[in-house]
């Protein structure tokens, strides 16, 4: 019994060692994935062009917002965000796409109207999409099908973010 103590404890510290140089393994990886996406975001964020003037491509001519804020619709945009685009997008904060806060001082609203209803194509064919694109790594804004109405409510609530 005397002899097997020792190699317990010897066979535990081994254990204990392989274990510990896994941990190590996970936080490095971690930091360097971490410094890696902090880098390329803030490379890439300096290519995405301000354009007031591109109206993007799809269904939405020519869009204008009235004076003041429709906060009803605004209300109802609000809850067509929070079902259909938290995955994916933040109000004021960059996640996995852009943040909605103040996109109407980088976009002319019908090209965010566009976006919303056609951004399938708008990848493909925009400069402003693509490049919103490669900014975000490559991940492609899912089509939600939305109707023209939600589009519409969105866009009012996109105003609203403070």
Same mark, same amino acid.
């Given at each position: 019994?005397? !002899? $097997?103590?020792?190699?317990?404890?010897?066979?535990?510290?081994?254990?204990? $060692?392989?274990?510990?140089?896994? &941990?190590?393994? %996970?936080?490095?990886?971690?930091?360097?994935?971490?410094?890696?996406?902090?880098?390329?975001? !803030? *490379?890439?964020?300096?290519?995405?062009? /301000?354009?007031?003037?591109?109206?993007?491509?799809?269904? $939405?001519?020519?869009?204008?917002? %009235?004076?003041? /804020?429709?906060?009803?619709?605004?209300?109802?945009? %609000?809850?067509?965000?929070?079902?259909?685009?938290?995955?994916?997008?933040?109000?004021?904060?960059?996640? $996995?796409?852009?943040?909605?806060?103040?996109?109407? &001082?980088?976009? =002319?609203?019908?090209?965010?109207? =566009?976006?919303?209803?056609?951004? *399938? &194509?708008?990848?493909?064919?925009?400069?402003?999409?693509?490049?919103?694109?490669?900014?975000? !790594?490559?991940?492609?804004?899912?089509?939600?099908?939305?109707? %023209?109405? &939600?589009?519409?409510?969105?866009?009012?609530?996109?105003?609203?973010?403070?």
């Amino acid at each position: 019994m005397k !002899n $097997i103590l020792p190699a317990v404890l010897t066979l535990f510290s081994f254990m204990m $060692i392989s274990c510990g140089g896994g &941990e190590k393994k %996970e936080k490095f990886t971690y930091q360097t994935q971490k410094q890696k996406n902090t880098s390329n975001s !803030n *490379d890439n964020a300096k290519t995405i062009p /301000v354009d007031m003037d591109n109206q993007g491509i799809g269904p $939405i001519k020519d869009f204008t917002f %009235e004076d003041s /804020v429709n906060q009803e619709l605004a209300s109802i945009g %609000e809850g067509v965000f929070k079902a259909k685009c938290t995955a994916c997008h933040k109000p004021a904060q960059k996640f $996995i796409g852009p943040p909605m806060k103040g996109i109407y &001082e980088r976009r =002319n609203p019908t090209w965010v109207m =566009n976006i919303l209803l056609n951004p *399938d &194509e708008m990848l493909q064919k925009d400069p402003v999409a693509k490049a919103l694109l490669e900014e975000y !790594n490559g991940v492609l804004m899912i089509n939600q099908n939305l109707t %023209e109405d &939600e589009a519409r409510a969105l866009a009012e609530y996109f105003r609203t973010i403070k």
